[in-house]
RNA sequence: GCUCCCAUCGUCUAGUGGUUUAGGACGCUUGGUUCUCAUCCAAGUAACACCGGUUCAAAUCCGGUUGGGAGCGCCA
């Protein structure tokens, strides 16, 4: 009842943070925030092959990018003395032995257990006999081939899962007395750092009977749960996939989170986007949910059941409100930080803050950015795009001379005026006196000159960011391609 | 092959036996504004996998089928 909650995001070092973990440690985060509790960060680099400082510090950036700090820290390279000492004890107390079977051996057993349609398990005759040397040898937990005890748990998501144990084998727990495997390090942290909840991807669930068991084996079993079940309470959480509705990956796209950070994605909305992957909140229908709302309105209880495709079209859209929401000055200064990758961005704080209007709709993301560099340099662009529905070269070449003229005479200071003229050529310019005049001839090339693209903001608000005599330039440029 | 998990529009989801001609959001389509794009506004599109059972009544409860997914390491 009054028990402490307490929550841990236990990522492994072998890779970039990725988005499901994240999204894990953002349910674990929550849940810690909404109770109250500890939520606990662990590093679980036992496999020193495979783990790297550098992913570890891309996880730890993540981490804190999405604003999920941690309580407390640990890192299982530097408990390894807390682990030798429960091998030990497992191995003094004969719940665990020494296998010498090779890779081959069990390769070969595992085949021909699936040929005969059985569940595929090491049962190992080493657990009767005592070990003559320890060469070569690893340690596993002797579990009873022949029990017919369920092990069961409650998931508070799912309700009780059972699994038969018989069907389990002798599971590896370490490689030697000081070296252990994922689920025995998993267990003695979750015990030794008193987690309350063990918060994790459904693809753990398989694992969670093996762990009940080496529970078990060492006393951290909780006499008071009827169920049996060792100290946590789980919650296994739907995963997040693909297009193709398999486990999220690479293929998909971008998985891990420091390419959505270079992409522009601001955190605040891939928090909010995350969380309502699998989860959303009772009696609400709100989709935009700042991070306090989220926390207060968060339960393991709602969570839902079924895995959730990630749809980048959503995201998008999440992050274009955010963006939206964003004031002037916090846009100023993430699209500043984007200067490293577009050169021309390096301090045009000013003209940045002039266009931030115009493009503030347009952006679903930072690095949308780029579509907007031709307020800082010439555009680059075919001639064609500066056509206007059946007119001929010539019509537009004389149409751009006219815009040159009205610039050249009354400037770009005074928009409205501006536009007033353009307003006044396109209505000389018709050619059927009856028909209503088609602006489109005079603004089309005009914006195509200035911006080199098909689809861009106002030229008359374009052509006041850049002044009258970056105009006048581009116009001519303009003509000249057309000549 | 074995074990486990899951099943409402294309996608995220609301819905916990009657208030549902199944609601919202994203996407898409159309219209309005407009030189274009975007924004904004309006409208449209589209789903309870199937078969049984329980019940006066089932998207909602039960069973089965089918389908999808995950796990099955001296990785985590």
Redesign the pocket.
């Known amino acids: 009842m009054s028990k402490e909650i307490r929550v841990r995001i236990?990522?492994?070092p072998?890779g970039n943070l990725h988005i499901g973990t994240a999204r894990t440690a953002l349910f674990n985060w929550l849940f810690a925030k909404h109770k109250k509790g500890t939520f606990v960060l662990r590093?679980?680099?036992?496999?020193l092959?495979?783990?790297d400082p550098k992913y570890e510090k891309d996880i730890l950036d993540g981490l804190k990018w999405l604003g999920l700090e941690w309580d407390e820290f640990y890192k299982?390279s530097e408990r390894m003395d807390i682990y030798e000492k429960y091998i030990q004890k497992l191995l003094n107390d004969g719940k665990a032995f020494w296998?010498?079977?090779?890779?081959e051996?069990?390769e070969q057993e595992?085949k021909e257990?699936?040929?005969?349609?059985?569940?595929?398990?090491?049962i190992c005759d080493h657990k009767y006999k005592i070990p003559q040397n320890k060469e070569?040898?690893?340690i596993?937990l002797n579990v009873d081939e022949k029990s017919d005890e369920k092990i069961k748990f409650n998931?508070i998501?799912?309700?009780?899962?059972?699994?038969?144990e018989k069907?389990l084998?002798d599971?590896?727990i370490?490689?030697?007395e000081k070296?252990?495997?994922?689920?025995?390090?998993?267990v003695v942290d979750d015990h030794e750092t008193k987690i309350s909840h063990v918060i994790r991807?459904?693809?753990?669930?398989?694992?969670t009977?093996?762990q009940i068991l080496i529970g078990k084996a060492l006393g951290f079993h909780n006499p008071s749960n009827p169920l049996g079940q060792v100290m946590p309470e789980y919650a296994?959480l739907?995963?997040i996939?693909g297009?193709?509705?398999?486990?999220m990956?690479k293929r998909h796209g971008a998985t891990s989170i420091t390419e959505y950070n270079e992409e522009g994605y601001l955190p605040e909305a891939m928090f909010n986007?995350m969380a309502?992957?699998?989860?959303?909140p009772?009696?609400s229908?709100k989709?935009i949910m700042d991070k306090d709302e989220i926390i207060k309105n968060f339960d393991l209880?709602?969570v839902?059941?079924?895995?959730?495709?990630?749809?980048l079209?959503?995201?998008?859209?999440?992050n274009?409100?955010y963006i939206?929401n964003l004031s002037d000055e916090e846009l100023i200064t993430k699209i500043l930080v984007l200067s490293s990758r577009y050169q021309v961005l390096s301090n045009k704080e000013n003209t940045i803050k002039k266009i931030l209007p115009?493009i503030k709709?347009?952006?679903?993301k930072l690095s949308d950015i780029k579509e907007f560099l031709f307020f800082f340099k010439d555009p680059e662009y075919e001639k064609d795009l500066l056509m206007?529905k059946k007119y001929e070269t010539i019509d537009i070449q004389k149409t751009l001379e006219m815009v040159k003229e009205l610039v050249t005479e009354i400037g770009v200071g005074a928009p409205d005026t501006l536009r007033e003229k353009l307003?006044d050529l396109?209505s000389k310019l018709k050619t059927d006196p009856d028909a209503k005049p088609?602006?489109?001839?005079?603004?089309?090339?005009?914006?195509?000159s200035l911006?080199g693209?098909?689809?861009?903001?106002?030229?008359?608000?374009i052509a006041v960011v850049l002044g009258q005599e970056e105009v006048i330039k581009r116009i001519n440029k303009a003509i000249q391609k057309l000549k």
């Not at 257990?113 to 090491?122: E, F, S, W």
């Not at 991807?201 to 694992?207: A, K, L, M, R, S």
């Open positions: 236990a990522p492994s072998t590093i679980e680099d036992t496999d092959e495979r783990s299982q296998c010498y079977h090779t890779k051996e069990l595992q257990q699936m040929a005969n349609k059985l569940a595929p398990r090491h070569g040898g690893i596993r998931d998501i799912r309700g009780e899962i059972e699994f038969e069907l084998g599971l590896s370490a490689k030697n070296t252990p495997l994922y689920n025995f390090a998993v991807g459904e693809d753990h669930i398989p694992n009977p093996k296994h739907p995963l996939l297009s193709d509705k398999s486990k990956s986007y309502f992957l699998g989860w959303t009772k009696d229908e989709e209880k709602n839902h059941k079924s895995g959730a495709v990630f749809n079209d959503k995201l998008n859209w999440i274009s409100q939206k115009m709709e347009r952006m679903e206007w307003d396109a088609d602006r489109g001839l005079v603004y089309w090339p005009f914006r195509v911006s693209q098909k689809g861009s903001p106002d030229p008359v608000d």
